[in-house]
């Protein structure tokens, strides 16, 4: 009896304890239960029996559980429950919520925090706070913040769904913990919304990474990014996915930058190729996998799904594609020997002319300066000692040389800014200039039009020059009137060095000097080096269909570097020839335009001719009166604006070449 009474004695205590704060408000007190974190713990804490409410419509759902210890660890460790539940009024059971109280509002808690905090002028230490009220700018541009279909008065994805609310902790970065929680990523995105997408990834090289602990995996938001997630097929999302892949693939991603598919890419637009339309997305496997992509015996239909003649402007694409190397670089000589062996040679190409004709130019430049410094002068040529009228102007050039040097200077200036616009995608200028032309496949047209006259004038030229010559069974192929190199040009150039040094006087230049040579044979070089290549990228197909795909890495490589040498070259050391030297001073030269150049001028310029035709009594009937007055002015405008073209794009050029 006695014990049984004291097991009743403790049940009862037991029992008036639990019910304790129910009991005083039973007896009408007053002052309700605390609404502090304590009292919402002795309901909702983990371990307590489930809570179940009904949802909007009206189906029973469990309320999470909330851990004590996990919530004393997080960012919200020092709130109270009530500082977000601001509906919550009572301690009951079923709580009676104010009606005017808005229900918790992750976003709009932030921000109003950070509004008071700029107000107060009380941002310092709080650049956290400031960077969360960033991420929630972000998120409501986002495809998450959209109505959803089924349900359109929430949000595809809300705060909660991805945040863990009561316990938020993300671990500083750089650290272990960090690691360890950005591996649970994926967990959280293909539980609540992607599970498709889960599976794909787990698959996936970068899933078999991540579940082996290594954070080198890509998880979800290294592609999408956390907050500011954008729809996949946008182009905005498009061309950032390239960056998201580069930021860990960052050889791969500037060797793809160097082909067609990158350099439009850079330039904003999304048709070409991309990381994911040769890799895929979510299923991505390693090069070697059989079930790749980008597997040799995989590749060409991988590059069949754009290259299809089904699609406006595109052709089939054939076997010669498998080879291509979209990340072929010049450096990998056991990977990509072509490429090593044509950068090597362009590269010792550029160095060689650039080095030699800027050194010539500079000396040049410094030797005239001083000889007009110490007043030498070329003696005034007195016509009339010759039989001659004063102020007759010798003919240079027939109409035929200038209309087609003019035309060159217009076609070459036009594939200058529509292939540098494309090769140097990366610089300021690239984007403004392409959006201004129509973007990149308006550009292409432009750029092969222009091509094609390019090409077209030279044959032309070629032709004429070449039937002429032909018929005179009395030119000599090295004489002075020749344009074929000969020994005398070399004893020229010798002969400059040295009167650039003060070593000798200065050569007598025939009809054609060796540098005018030098650029009458260039345009041979680079019609053929630009204009072949520049051919084979134009018809992918066929080319392919004959050639390996290595041959458009080496192609590529060759038309672009070799288009930067003749535009550089032109811009510099053929302006300065003609335009920038003292004696030139004033520019422009206009011989190219008016055709025509006064005796002194051609005797300082071409003595050695000069003298020939002055001793062979042949110099009168190249004699002309001077030209106009209209046409000088009108050639002196057109020359200083081509100038003027000219110097603005090789500012972009040189520009683009260091961006």
């Not at 082909?259 to 070697?288: E, M, P, W």
């Not at 009809?511 to 650029?519: I, L």
Request: glycine letters at 8%; one cysteine or more.
């Amino acid at each position: 009896m006695k014990i049984r009474n004291i097991r009743g004695l403790l049940a009862a205590v037991a029992s008036a304890a639990l019910l304790w704060p129910l009991a005083g408000q039973a007896a009408g007190s007053d002052a309700p239960a605390a609404l502090d974190n304590a009292t919402c713990l002795n309901c909702h804490a983990a371990g307590k029996p489930e809570i179940k409410v009904e949802d909007s419509e009206g189906e029973e759902v469990v309320l999470p559980a909330i851990d004590a210890a996990k919530v004393a660890k997080g960012v919200h460790a020092k709130l109270d429950c009530v500082a977000c539940h601001t509906d919550i009024v009572d301690a009951k059971e079923k709580h009676e919520k104010a009606a005017s109280a808005a229900k918790p509002d992750c976003a709009g808690c932030h921000e109003k925090l950070w509004d008071e905090a700029k107000k107060n002028n009380q941002t310092a230490g709080k650049e956290r706070l400031g960077v969360v009220v960033e991420n929630i700018a972000a998120y409501k541009e986002s495809y998450h913040a959209r109505p959803d279909a089924d349900y359109p008065d929430r949000p595809k994805a809300a705060c909660s769904q991805c945040h863990a609310t009561h316990d938020f902790a993300v671990p500083p970065a750089g650290t272990p913990e960090r690691d360890l929680w950005r591996l649970t990523i994926p967990e959280t995105c293909g539980t609540s919304c992607h599970e498709d997408h889960m599976e794909d990834l787990a698959d996936s090289v970068h899933g078999q990474l991540t579940a082996k602990g290594d954070p080198k995996g890509a998880v979800c938001i290294d592609c999408h990014t956390t907050h500011e997630i954008r729809s996949s097929s946008s182009e905005l999302f498009k061309l950032k996915n390239v960056i998201a892949c580069g930021d860990c693939h960052k050889e791969e991603l500037h060797s793809y930058r160097d082909t067609y598919h990158g350099q439009v890419n850079r330039l904003g637009f999304v048709y070409t190729a991309k990381c994911a339309d040769c890799h895929g997305s979510h299923n991505i496997k390693a090069g070697d996998d059989p079930k790749s992509r980008v597997h040799p015996d995989n590749r060409l239909k991988t590059c069949q799904k754009c290259h299809d003649d089904k699609k406006p402007g595109m052709v089939k694409a054939t076997a010669g594609f498998v080879t291509f190397g979209p990340h072929a670089n010049t450096h990998d000589f056991e990977k990509y020997p072509m490429m090593w062996i044509a950068g090597t040679f362009m590269t010792a190409l550029l160095i060689g002319v650039f080095a030699f004709f800027w050194l010539h130019s500079g000396l040049w430049y410094y030797r005239e300066w001083q000889e007009r410094k110490e007043r030498r002068a070329v003696p005034h040529v007195r016509t009339g000692e010759l039989g001659l009228h004063e102020g007759k102007h010798f003919v240079r050039f027939a109409s035929g040389w200038r209309i087609a040097h003019l035309t060159f200077a217009l076609v070459t200036m036009t594939l200058v800014l529509t292939g540098t616009t494309v090769m140097f995608a990366d610089s300021a200028w690239a984007p403004t200039v392409a959006a201004a032309l129509g973007g990149p496949k308006v550009m292409g047209i432009i750029h092969r039009m222009a091509a094609v006259l390019f090409v077209g004038i030279f044959m032309i030229h070629f032709v004429y020059v070449m039937s002429r010559l032909l018929r005179d069974r009395n030119f000599r192929w090295f004489g002075p009137d020749s344009l074929i190199p000969n020994w005398k040009d070399l004893a020229d150039c010798v002969g400059m060095f040295k009167w650039f040094f003060g070593k000798g006087p200065k050569p007598k230049f025939d009809r054609w000097t060796y540098f005018e040579k030098f650029d009458y044979w260039a345009v041979f070089w680079g019609v053929n080096i630009i204009g072949w290549s520049g051919l084979m990228l134009a018809f992918p197909h066929v080319t392919a269909s004959f050639l390996p795909g290595w041959v458009f890495n080496v192609g590529t490589l060759v038309h672009g570097e070799e288009a930067f040498l003749a535009a550089v070259f032109l811009f510099t050391v053929h302006f300065f020839n003609n335009h920038f030297r003292p004696d030139k001073l004033p520019p422009p030269d206009v011989v190219m335009f008016t055709g025509t150049q006064t005796l002194e001028e051609f005797q300082r310029e071409h003595p050695a001719h000069y003298q020939r035709l002055v001793a062979s009594g042949e110099l009168e009937k190249y004699l002309v009166d001077a030209p106009s007055r209209q046409l000088h002015v009108g050639s002196v405008i057109l020359g200083l604006t081509l100038i003027t073209v000219g110097l603005v794009l090789l500012v972009m050029v040189v520009t683009g070449f260091f961006s």
